[in-house]
């Protein structure tokens, strides 16, 4: 065996490997929340009209800025910096100056929120009793994000499974009944959620064992700083996203009115929580490994770039299929009142796309700490996408969201791709594009020939995907002989 052969078992093979044994362990949870968030669709259009879904998408992006700003942050910095504190035995220290900054920062959010409270009313178009729940659930919501991230952090994959899945149902079964036996329109699911979640918390509690390290002692500065060094700019960083992909409902519920703020959140709900889902399986299990192997001196770029070609193998056919069936996704899964969110699929589809991809590209900067090239990207990108909503929704309507969506989303990876750190620069996997490529072309041949057919279109999709990676898999297949 050469040198060259050992230093690539070592460096891409080995992790690539245990990174696989971690996805196998993580996929249930991921998959099971993409059937959950497929599920809720269908479920929430039928018991709930335009008007008050658009009520319950905008609650939520007003649930999701909260929390991108006061306490999401933090359980990703638990994350960055978890290994590093375990290395040198400080964990309770570390996991208690954690839970002091959650507390800390949600005392601020309540007194701005009391302060501004009526700003927050006109601005985001809630009611004051939504809005006083939206902050009564961002307590169990900020401590079960802090906790996943522990759990992360301490590779407990099965830990993490059992308490995704177990939220899915919960959430669901709860929502379902407060609207069926008390008629509370949009705020039957918020609900649902608080309850489901905080009964979720009791169970991460135990699974992460955070009671055996915690430490109620007075933070250390020495420790609070990387966390917020680290931590804002990716705050900074998620809210220039969130004017990217969730703006859209405030922009057109001010222009158009809470109805078709409901259809916008309907295709949202169609393509970003199902598709980021099914595409964060990758992500999910390598991102702590990769830290790991970085933390070890190990030069993490060809890892990086063989989860990339992974990535792009399960990505592509999919974004297709929610291209070309568009119409039918929508009418398999969201009651008729909801049929015109057909339009906006393949744009957030492909938005999906490019959004997920920089997950890739953007590893350089969490590795080598520099977040604030990736917040200034961020910031770029949602200043250019808060701008296009805001032009596009008002001349264009849904077509407006989707355009304003898409191009945002490809000019942010665009500049992950330009702006690089030095010897972790991302490394576009050429040879697995080019059998995505060999594989899709005889697909795109059968769907041409099927599409007007006869056949439903739930088994055309069934029959272009088992054509796509049954080619996949005879050209691997054929490639791994001929290297014999």
């Given at each position: 065996?050469?040198?060259?052969?050992?230093?690539?078992?070592?460096?891409?093979?080995?992790?690539?490997?245990?990174?696989?044994?971690?996805?196998?362990?993580?996929?249930?949870?991921?998959?099971?929340?993409l059937?959950g968030?497929?599920?809720?669709?269908?479920?929430?259009?039928?018991?709930?009209?335009?008007?008050?879904?658009?009520?319950?998408?905008?609650?939520?992006?007003?649930?999701?800025?909260?929390?991108?700003?006061?306490?999401?942050?933090?359980?990703?910095?638990?994350?960055?910096?978890?290994?590093?504190?375990?290395?040198?035995?400080?964990?309770?220290?570390?996991?208690?100056?954690?839970?002091?900054?959650?507390?800390?920062?949600?005392?601020?959010?309540?007194?701005?929120?009391?302060?501004?409270?009526?700003?927050?009313?006109?601005?985001?178009?809630?009611?004051?009793?939504?809005?006083?729940?939206?902050?009564?659930?961002?307590?169990?919501?900020?401590?079960?994000?802090l906790?996943?991230?522990?759990?992360?952090?301490?590779?407990?994959?099965?830990?993490?499974t059992?308490?995704?899945?177990?939220?899915?149902?919960?959430?669901?079964?709860?929502?379902?009944?407060?609207?069926?036996?008390?008629?509370?329109?949009?705020?039957?699911?918020?609900?649902?959620?608080?309850?489901?979640?905080?009964?979720?918390?009791?169970?991460?509690?135990?699974?992460?064992?955070?009671?055996?390290?915690?430490?109620?002692?007075?933070?250390?500065?020495?420790?609070?700083?990387?966390?917020?060094?680290?931590?804002?700019?990716?705050?900074?960083?998620?809210?220039?996203?969130?004017?990217?992909?969730?703006?859209?409902?405030?922009?057109?519920?001010?222009?158009?009115?809470?109805?078709?703020?409901?259809?916008?959140?309907?295709a949202?709900?169609?393509?970003?929580?199902?598709?980021?889902?099914?595409?964060a399986?990758?992500?999910?299990?390598?991102?702590?490994?990769?830290?790991?192997?970085?933390?070890?001196?190990?030069?993490?770029?060809?890892?990086?770039?063989?989860?990339?070609?992974?990535?792009?193998?399960?990505?592509?056919?999919?974004?297709?299929?929610?291209c070309?069936?568009?119409?039918?996704?929508?009418?398999?899964?969201?009651?008729?009142?909801?049929?015109?969110?057909?339009?906006?699929?393949?744009?957030?589809?492909?938005a999906?796309?490019?959004?997920?991809?920089?997950?890739?590209?953007?590893?350089?900067?969490?590795?080598?700490?520099?977040?604030?090239?990736?917040?200034?990207?961020?910031?770029?990108?949602?200043?250019?996408?808060?701008?296009?909503n805001?032009?596009?929704?008002?001349?264009?309507?849904?077509?407006?969201?989707?355009?304003?969506?898409?191009?945002?989303?490809?000019?942010?990876?665009?500049?992950?791709?330009?702006?690089?750190?030095?010897?972790?620069?991302?490394?576009?996997?050429?040879?697995?594009?080019?059998?995505?490529?060999?594989?899709?072309?005889?697909?795109?041949?059968?769907?041409?020939?099927?599409?007007?057919?006869?056949?439903?279109?739930?088994?055309?999709?069934?029959i272009?995907?088992?054509?796509?990676?049954?080619?996949?898999?005879?050209?691997?297949?054929?490639?791994?002989?001929?290297?014999?």
């Amino acid at each position: 065996m050469t040198e060259e052969v050992r230093k690539y078992i070592k460096e891409v093979e080995i992790p690539v490997r245990e990174i696989f044994k971690d996805m196998a362990k993580y996929a249930p949870s991921k998959l099971f929340g993409l059937l959950g968030n497929a599920v809720i669709v269908p479920v929430y259009t039928n018991l709930l009209p335009p008007s008050e879904y658009g009520i319950y998408a905008v609650a939520l992006a007003v649930l999701s800025f909260l929390c991108i700003l006061f306490s999401d942050w933090i359980g990703l910095s638990g994350l960055r910096f978890f290994r590093q504190h375990q290395i040198t035995e400080k964990i309770p220290d570390y996991l208690s100056t954690l839970l002091f900054i959650m507390c800390s920062n949600l005392c601020v959010m309540y007194v701005l929120a009391f302060i501004f409270r009526k700003h927050f009313y006109t601005y985001f178009s809630v009611s004051p009793k939504i809005f006083l729940f939206i902050l009564v659930l961002i307590i169990p919501v900020a401590i079960r994000a802090l906790l996943f991230q522990v759990l992360r952090a301490q590779i407990k994959p099965g830990a993490f499974t059992i308490s995704t899945i177990i939220n899915q149902i919960l959430t669901i079964v709860f929502s379902v009944l407060i609207i069926k036996f008390f008629n509370l329109g949009a705020l039957s699911i918020l609900l649902g959620m608080f309850l489901s979640i905080t009964i979720i918390d009791i169970l991460l509690v135990f699974q992460s064992d955070i009671l055996k390290y915690l430490k109620f002692e007075i933070p250390k500065f020495s420790m609070i700083k990387p966390i917020f060094m680290y931590g804002i700019p990716i705050a900074a960083a998620a809210l220039s996203l969130w004017a990217i992909n969730q703006s859209n409902k405030f922009i057109t519920s001010h222009f158009y009115g809470l109805k078709e703020a409901g259809l916008v959140g309907v295709a949202y709900n169609m393509t970003f929580p199902i598709l980021m889902t099914l595409f964060a399986i990758i992500t999910i299990a390598a991102y702590p490994r990769i830290i790991n192997l970085y933390e070890d001196k190990i030069d993490v770029r060809p890892v990086i770039s063989k989860m990339t070609g992974y990535y792009l193998l399960i990505a592509i056919p999919l974004v297709l299929i929610m291209c070309a069936y568009s119409q039918e996704l929508i009418s398999i899964f969201a009651n008729s009142k909801y049929n015109e969110a057909h339009i906006l699929l393949p744009y957030l589809s492909f938005a999906v796309f490019f959004m997920s991809l920089t997950d890739y590209t953007t590893m350089q900067y969490h590795l080598s700490k520099k977040t604030y090239i990736l917040t200034t990207l961020k910031v770029w990108a949602g200043i250019a996408g808060l701008v296009l909503n805001i032009i596009l929704i008002k001349k264009l309507g849904l077509i407006g969201v989707g355009i304003a969506t898409l191009a945002s989303s490809i000019f942010y990876f665009v500049m992950t791709i330009i702006v690089v750190v030095p010897g972790l620069e991302w490394k576009i996997p050429y040879k697995k594009i080019i059998r995505i490529v060999l594989c899709l072309i005889p697909v795109i041949g059968v769907w041409y020939v099927i599409k007007n057919s006869s056949i439903f279109a739930w088994i055309q999709i069934i029959i272009l995907l088992t054509l796509y990676y049954g080619i996949f898999w005879v050209i691997n297949k054929y490639k791994k002989h001929s290297m014999e």
